[in-house]
């Protein structure tokens, strides 16, 4: 099987809600807000990660001010989760190459306590855990976030533009 990473497109929203349905099961504490009657407002840009038109994972960004992003709805579906699918991975370079393109230089971002196969991720791949007060005064935190990072990416706009 192939995965393909794209931008999302409107009828991706019933696969990743059928996603995020079978994450959810994977804990016993709730992994969205309750009460919540809208759906969540997409980050823009936001790409999906596709498997035989099934949707297997997302991510996406909120640039704030010039100089850096929230990274937003990063979620994989479990049996593509690995070094074996790279899935994880390969959004991840979608979104920092989308943000040296755009010349951005720091992505935050918040997770739960309960993802501690993320935040593993997010450690191997560059992110230095911070404290909530560390945030940007413009960071949009989600109340069940509890675990924060930030990665500083001036290394790759330096690289790249020695190449």
Known sequence: MQIQIRPYQNQDQAGID???????????????????????????????????????????????????VILKSMMVKKAFRGKAWRVSSRLMETAISWCTENNLQVIYLGTMHQFIGAQQFYKKNGFMEIAQQDLPSEFLINPLDKVFFRRRLERESTLLKKI
């Open 18 to 68: 059928l996603m995020m349905a079978e994450i959810a099961a994977e804990f016993a504490s709730p992994i969205t807000q309750a009460g919540r009657k809208s759906p969540p407002q997409l980050p823009d840009p936001f790409w999906v990660a596709s498997s035989e038109r099934q949707v297997v994972g997302t991510i996406g960004l909120i640039p704030i001010r010039q100089a850096y």
